[in-house]
């Protein structure tokens, strides 16, 4: 497990399962854990809808983003988020 993205509204993490990737492409066996701090909810993505989220940050990487940009982007996935959080 890997912290990649932490602001004040989202944490990314990358789950690898198996042999880890080279940081290039996604996650070789695994996805993406992404929580919305707000709304208290975080949803576990692999697979094809992984990949596109990768292909998407990496395209916004390349443009050299800011926090609200990745913020903006991140939120289109939390919104399939159903899972609650609790803290212990």
């Known amino acids: 497990m890997q ?9 990314v993490l990358q ?5 880890p990737a080279t940081g290039t492409e996604g996650p070789a066996r ?3 854990e992404i929580v919305d ?3 208290r909810k975080g949803i ?8 596109s989220f990768h292909d ?7 443009k050299g983003p800011t926090e609200e940009a990745l913020d903006e982007y991140i939120a ?3 919104t399939l ?3 609650p959080m609790h803290l212990h």
């Open 3 to 11: 912290m990649l993205y932490n602001s004040d509204s989202f944490a």
């Open 15 to 19: 789950i690898e399962f198996g042999e």
């Open 30 to 32: 695994g996805g993406y």
């Open 37 to 39: 701090k707000f709304a």
């Open 44 to 51: 576990f993505i692999e697979g094809a809808v992984a990949q």
């Open 56 to 62: 998407g940050v990496r395209a916004l990487i390349d």
């Open 76 to 78: 289109g996935y939390t």
């Open 81 to 83: 988020a159903q899972q």
